[in-house]
């Protein structure tokens, strides 16, 4: 995989890896001070979307066998509750050790969820009747309030794309340090090390945006850093890139419908993925079990003439 990864980087193909890389770095930490900032930092994952193009196949060319449609979906929801079982132990990890952050958490949630849901149902007084005449307005306060998060979730899958690049990079760098270990072909402990500097990197970038006190500011990265680790994991498991961008997309997307409609969105969205999976796994056992019944006919057959 490590030789994939590290396969000769074109100059437009670098330069636009450290764009998504260090620009990110430097907007996350300009969007506490400007909203311009922020709508900077959604058009660069926007646009890392096409650095992922070009970066996906070096960690799936590794694969030797073309998977069918229905390995592609086990993987994706296999990938999708281990991340759920995985971030349900760090959750129970942080909320006990990391108190300040927890609860500091818990009521940004809150607060925002409310802030968000006072515009939705605002109710309109008796001089509002332009308001209670137009519904359509109506429907795109609601579409404002919510669909703003939903669409940041969905971009935020695409810090995968970052952590992909990292990894390149920090491995490239790793092979023209340490050339002799690398041609020794024990290049796994460079993995593991982009893997837990990018986890690092992804805990505190998930503090740039704000200002809050340390015991806070600590418990978010440790949390966001395991969480981090987890997708790079999944990452290195699956090797596909778009699998762990969905998986990271749609979390997030069931963590903020659970802010808003229903408090156990993931959990319902997790007992749904577990149902497809195990029917999928079922059908893939059974389908294995007629080929090698077909197989072994044939060399009956075989054998006897």
């Not at 429907?139 to 970052?162: C, N, P, S």
């Not at 952590?163 to 993995?191: E, M, Q, T």
Request: aromatic share 12%.
């Amino acid at each position: 995989m490590t030789t994939n990864l590290t396969k000769p980087i074109s100059i437009k193909l670098l330069f636009a890896m450290l764009v998504v890389t260090i620009g990110a770095e430097v907007l996350l930490y300009l969007t506490r001070y400007s909203y311009l900032a922020s709508t900077f930092y959604d058009a660069m994952m926007v646009s890392s979307f096409f650095v992922g193009l070009k970066l996906h196949p070096r960690i799936s060319s590794s694969e030797r066998f073309r998977l069918t449609k229905r390995q592609h979906v086990l993987k994706f929801t296999g990938a999708f509750l281990i991340f759920f079982l995985g971030s349900t132990i760090i959750n129970m990890y942080s909320s006990n050790i990391f108190n300040d952050f927890n609860a500091d958490y818990d009521q940004y949630v809150q607060d925002y969820t409310d802030m968000q849901m006072d515009v939705v149902e605002q109710k309109p007084t008796a001089d509002d009747s332009e308001t209670k005449a137009e519904p359509v307005s109506s429907f795109f306060e609601k579409v404002d309030a919510i669909g703003t998060d939903l669409y940041t979730d969905a971009l935020a899958g695409l810090e995968e794309v970052w952590r992909l690049a990292y990894i390149i990079l920090l491995l490239v760098v790793c092979k023209k340090l340490f050339p002799n270990r690398w041609a020794s072909g024990k290049r796994d402990l460079f993995l593991m090390m982009a893997l837990f500097l990018t986890s690092i990197l992804f805990g505190i970038d998930h503090t740039l945006d704000s200002v809050e006190p340390w015991g806070v500011k600590i418990g978010a990265i440790v949390t966001f850093a395991n969480m981090g680790l987890l997708f790079g994991l999944i990452l290195l498991w699956t090797r596909s890139l778009w699998v762990t961008v969905l998986v990271h997309s749609l979390y997030d997307i069931t963590a903020t419908l659970s802010w808003y409609y229903l408090d156990s969105a993931v959990d319902l969205m997790a007992l749904a993925m577990l149902i497809v999976h195990v029917f999928l796994l079922i059908l893939e056992k059974l389908n294995r079990k007629r080929a090698l019944q077909q197989l072994e006919t044939a060399d009956g057959v075989q054998a006897a003439e």
